[in-house]
């Protein structure tokens, strides 16, 4: 009976001993696991940090080429076309990218596929900055071109300019020569007798009439025929008389600019010396000093005045 007893106690102990073998293998390899996946767990996100990292330094490296290939933007429409295909390639890359590494907890696969786009992100960066690169060289050929282009076209620019004054010099000498020479111009104001004969009168209230009279002179440059003049009267207060319907209007002076008349004059004339005279009555009740202005192709050929009281 006794004997029976010490075997049933050996039997437990043994199988109690087995229990607590079992139970530290498994805690041990439960450790070994725990312990596993801790490290990889930190190994990954290190290898996220890092990648983290040199996507940053990347997409700020792409982000100054993309500053500087913007200035060549517009000037080839093929180039235009290659440039916008590589960005918008590597907008897709980026995106891709930044999606895996915005993830709080990655995997071996996601880690290993980020570091695979990370390695076709920075090709594609390389060879964009490789077009950069062609399109500063082209570039800089270009302007070598333009500057010998810029220093023949100032060249010509000047050669032509001489011509230019040259024919301008002698198109106003034969404008001038095409002119009437006034040597005088006569303002009178009159007043007409009973009798029909013109009298000189000095006082304002008196006029009935400016007469304007002068000889053009003989000018054999001027072909013989219709030589249109035109004349300006100023009033006292510096403004010229110009009345409609007794065929005042606006004629082209000297400086381009279009200015009034008072009076127009056609003569018919045949390259000799010629007396003209002309009337004006209107407008010319005030005091004061009335300035006379013969013009002929836009040029003042005369000048006279005439005060009143």
Not at 94 to 109: F, H, P, Q, R, V
Not at 129 to 138: A, C, I, R, Y
């Amino acid at each position: 009976m006794e004997t029976n007893q010490t075997g049933a106690g050996e039997s437990r102990r043994k199988l109690y001993i087995s229990a607590i073998v079992a139970l530290l293998l498994i805690n041990s390899v439960s450790l070994y696991f725990l312990f596993s996946e801790n490290k990889e767990k930190t190994d990954l996100t290190s290898e996220k940090v890092a990648l983290q990292s040199n996507f940053k330094s990347l997409s700020d490296s792409l982000d100054a080429k993309n500053m500087a290939i913007d200035q060549y933007v517009g000037k080839n429409q093929e180039l235009d076309k290659t440039i916008a295909e590589k960005q918008g390639m590597l907008d897709r890359e980026k995106k891709e990218i930044a999606g895996l590494l915005s993830k709080n907890k990655m995997t071996t696969g996601e880690l290993a596929k980020a570091k695979g786009l990370m390695a076709q992100y920075q090709a594609s960066i390389t060879d964009l900055q490789g077009k950069v690169d062609e399109l500063t060289k082209q570039n800089q050929q270009l302007a070598q071109q333009n500057q010998q282009l810029s220093t023949d076209l100032t060249s010509e620019k000047q050669n032509t300019s001489q011509l230019t004054e040259q024919n301008k010099g002698l198109s106003k000498k034969v404008e001038v020569g095409s002119l009437f020479q006034v040597a005088k111009l006569d303002v009178e104001a009159i007043k007409k007798r009973q009798n029909g004969k013109e009298v000189d009168v000095k006082r304002a209230k008196a006029v009935e009439q400016l007469k304007i009279s002068f000889e053009t002179g003989e000018n054999k440059v001027i072909d013989p025929g219709q030589v249109s003049l035109y004349v300006r009267i100023i009033n006292p207060k510096g403004e010229t008389i110009a009345v409609a319907d007794q065929g005042s209007g606006t004629m082209q002076c000297e400086n381009s600019e279009p200015c009034q008349f008072t009076k127009k004059a056609d003569i018919q004339y045949d390259q000799t010396n010629k007396k003209v005279i002309l009337y004006w009555g209107q407008n010319i009740k005030d005091p004061g000093t009335y300035k006379v202005q013969l013009y002929q192709s836009g040029h003042v050929i005369g000048t006279g005045a005439v005060t009143l009281s």
